[in-house]
């Protein structure tokens, strides 16, 4: 239906479609660490921005490929600023 060639938007007359609800739960092995860094970098022409335990060993092989660490945060304390 149009108004003076306008569309006129109806809700009721919408096209119903599935709802998509996007999920992103922690990994497991990630739950027994507290303190946490922001680091960022390129990986495949691409900015990728990672959350990663800095106890964790994937912490130590991100460093080597060059991350940056933008923030030290303890999930328990709220964030604390790195210079």
């Not at 119903?16 to 390129?42: C, E, H, I, L």
Request: proline share 6%.
């Amino acid at each position: 239906m149009t108004k003076n060639g306008i569309p006129l938007d109806i809700p009721g007359q919408r096209k119903k479609t599935t709802k998509v609800q996007v999920v992103q739960k922690p990994r497991n092995d990630y739950n027994k660490y507290n303190t946490f860094a922001t680091m960022s970098g390129f990986e495949n022409r691409c900015y990728v921005t990672a959350i990663v335990p800095t106890m964790h060993p994937e912490f130590k092989v991100l460093k080597k490929q060059g991350y940056r660490v933008l923030e030290v945060w303890d999930k328990r304390k709220g964030k604390e600023e790195v210079g």
